[in-house]
């Protein structure tokens, strides 16, 4: 596989990653998900890691990365699924990923993701005009 | 020391009934093990014994003749250990052999008082490290024992119990060290993945001092939880423990922190969305609530 399918999902890009990630996979994904974002307009993006179970500094770095990307150009981030393993590892290679939420299943990571985006959507009318 | 060997296995019956008797006088434990038992493990003993002094002579007790003594002495010496003999008893069943052997001895080699001694003093030899191997091995058996309950302590010591749907508690008894957090933020994040919890309170009412590392271990829980998606809340600070954390300059902020677990679980059923109420009139008996029915 050379690259993670990102898929659409209303205003929301749902990503799993069923792999091992390797660095070059990463930075595809970063470039694909950033891409997606601008063309399609989500609001919020899902990464469902629960079949990830080895990580190292620089995927921790990657979650962090996608998590700040996204929100500059206007989405959340929601990091869901995390194996326990991967939780402590992520905590001794001293990566406490603090920009991105996260949450324990899809399920529940999609509802983070409408609620955030409930607000924001009605406060953007008369916060920023339309362009 | 072919003397020593041929007196042995020549007398061995004899040694065995003197060895017996002698033990019931200063070492015998009737409430540990039974009279039979005993009298089995000497027999075995002293005919190992015997028939490696006839293959491989005393001089080297680490020779493969020895071997079927060592692995016997092992095998009695971790059984006593188990059953809660003192390292003196054990110690004694070999060193009450001595005089058993030594009348033997005597009376065999009455004649030559150089003979005597010598074949006395092999044996004495023989019978002290003996001795050493059997308590040797007391030992390793005791200190395996004692490591292993420390490994159930471990495992006990940390429970998740389950509050209600969605709400974990972990209360933490004993002081937190590097080995007791792996155990306890491997079995919390475990429980939490298995139950679908959204919260997770981690009380440390049983945690009798906290310093820096206690702090950074707890830290490193939340954030590893927090990761999961799961949120921690820590409950149980005593008023000295707080003291203590601010006087440490330990940063807390971003951590949800209560006196109580109750306070903590008040809370966390209060971010899910719930409300605990007290029924406003509960009814006495089912037949009142009947007749407030059928007024309504």
Request: net charge negative; hydrophobic share 50%.
């Amino acid at each position: 596989m050379d690259r993670i399918p990102v898929l659409r999902m209303g205003s929301l890009l749902l990503i799993t990653i069923q792999v091992d990630m390797h660095d070059k996979l990463a930075m595809q994904l970063q470039d694909d998900v950033t891409q997606r974002i601008s063309e399609w307009g989500s609001t919020g993006v899902l990464i469902d890691i629960s079949s990830l179970e080895i990580v190292d500094s620089f995927i921790g770095r990657m979650l962090a990365n996608i998590a700040a990307m996204s929100r500059v150009l206007g989405a959340d981030t929601v990091v869901v699924g995390m194996q326990p393993a991967v939780a402590i590892t992520l905590v001794e290679l001293g990566m406490s990923l603090p920009g991105v939420r996260t949450a324990l299943s899809v399920e529940a990571g999609m509802e983070l993701l409408f609620e955030a985006a409930a607000p924001t959507q009605s406060g953007l009318a008369d916060e920023r005009p339309q362009v | 020391m072919k003397e020593l060997a041929e007196i042995v296995s020549k007398n061995e019956e004899q040694i065995r009934a003197e060895w017996i008797r002698d033990m019931g006088k200063s070492v015998q434990r009737a409430d540990l093990m039974s009279q039979v038992e005993l009298e089995e493990q000497c027999r075995a003993l002293l005919s190992a014994v015997a028939a490696a002094l006839k293959s491989s002579g005393s001089a080297n007790l680490s020779a493969a003749g020895w071997n079927p003594v060592r692995d016997l002495l092992q095998e009695i010496s971790t059984s006593r250990a188990r059953q809660g003999f003192s390292p003196a008893d054990v110690a004694m069943f070999v060193l009450s052999l001595k005089q058993a052997l030594f009348s033997v001895i005597r009376r065999d080699l009455s004649g030559s008082q150089d003979r005597l001694f010598e074949v006395v003093w092999t044996a004495t030899e023989l019978l002290d490290r003996l001795a050493l191997i059997t308590t040797e091995a007391f030992m390793a058996a005791r200190e395996e024992l004692i490591s292993r309950q420390q490994q159930e302590l471990l495992e006990l010591s940390t429970p998740v119990v389950k509050l209600w749907d969605g709400i974990l508690a972990l209360p933490v008894i004993g002081t937190l060290d590097s080995a007791r957090t792996q155990v306890v933020m491997e079995s919390l994040l475990q429980t939490v993945v298995a139950t679908n919890s959204k919260f997770a309170i981690i009380d440390i009412t049983g945690v009798p001092t906290v310093d820096t590392l206690v702090a950074q271990h707890l830290l490193k829980t939340i954030t590893a939880a927090r990761l999961m998606g799961a949120e921690c809340i820590i409950s149980g600070i005593r008023p000295q423990i707080a003291q203590t954390i601010v006087h440490l300059g330990i940063n807390l902020e971003d951590v949800v922190t209560k006196a109580k677990l109750s306070d903590a679980f008040a809370l966390a059923l209060q971010r899910s969305g719930r409300k605990v109420v007290r029924e406003a009139s509960a009814p006495v008996n089912p037949i009142s609530s009947l007749f407030a029915k059928r007024e309504e």
